[in-house]
């Protein structure tokens, strides 16, 4: 995976409240044409004029809109916006199956060169016979890669520790503690994909592929760092996932993300899947 490089999180604040500052002293600035036209014209004796008729004030008042702008009914976005999340997990090794003593076993069959056995687990090593993960039958998993994701909790530090049963050559079984590296895997409706994991003791939410360009500035590589109507900042694993509730919720059709591009804090749009 490639080492993703943020810029330190003062500076991105920095950038987003002179953006914010930048926007409030623009509007202040902006003159108020009608007010200046009122003020240049004399008062006019205003004209008497007949009562309006019933049925044009009960459609003037229908005419108008009942909601922020942008705004569109719920029901016209695909209420679920989250084609697709799942967690999954960077395993310190790989796995093969052999028949041992008529039994089918999971072994370890290399250890990964990028591997830290003083973080993933000491006791790993080329060879040793794998039983279970947090007392469940790995060969009822299927694969070591499939109990660890059925058995594992997430820690806020963004790994998963679980308990696995070994043997090596004495065949005497004994329990390491095994600790692998997670990432949530989120893929939107608009065919937006996001990866979720920590860096550098924070959780980074980075777009890996943009399937639908037209529905979104966002491009691969990017940092989601908030989403802007909500507020919201994307530094949780289910972050996204809850902004993209909330924008349904609300009727919401396009956002907008501040994001970090090119080491570089940017805004991009997208639009919401609609409901077909």
């Known amino acids: 995976t490639a080492a993703v490089v943020l810029p330190p999180l003062g500076a991105i604040e920095e950038t987003l409240a002179t953006e914010e500052t930048a926007a409030v002293e623009e509007a202040a600035a902006t003159p108020d044409t009608a007010a200046d036209t009122a003020a240049a014209d004399p008062v006019a004796e205003p004209e008497p004029q007949s009562e309006p008729a019933a049925d044009t004030a009960v459609a003037t008042a229908e005419a108008a809109p009942d909601g922020a702008a942008g705004s569109v009914d719920p029901a016209t976005l695909l209420p679920n916006q ?36 003083a973080q993933a687990g000491s006791w790993l090593a080329p060879g040793l016979l794998l039983y279970s993960v947090n007392g469940a039958d790995i060969q009822q998993s299927g694969s070591v890669t499939t109990a660890v994701l059925n058995a594992m909790e997430v820690d806020p530090d963004g790994r998963a520790r679980v308990i696995v049963e070994y043997a090596g050559a004495s065949l005497d079984r004994q329990t390491g503690l095994l600790t692998v590296e997670a990432q949530r895997l989120v893929s939107l409706a608009n065919g937006v994909r996001v990866t979720v ?40 694993p289910d972050a996204l996932e809850t902004v993209m509730a909330a924008l349904v919720a609300a009727g919401t059709a396009s956002t907008e993300f501040s994001i970090i591009r090119d080491n570089k804090v940017e805004s991009a749009t997208m639009q919401l899947a609609a409901s077909k």
């Open 197 to 236: 994991r920590v860096v550098d003791e924070a959780w980074v939410a980075e777009v890996t592929a943009v399937i639908n360009p037209s529905q979104t500035q966002l491009r691969q590589g990017d940092i989601l760092y908030r989403e802007k109507s909500t507020g919201t900042p994307i530094d949780t």
């Open 82 to 117: 989250i084609a697709f999340a799942a967690w999954d997990v960077a395993m310190p090794f790989l796995e093969e199956n052999r028949i041992i003593a008529g039994e089918r076993v999971a072994i370890v069959s290399r250890i990964l060169p990028s591997t830290d056995l």
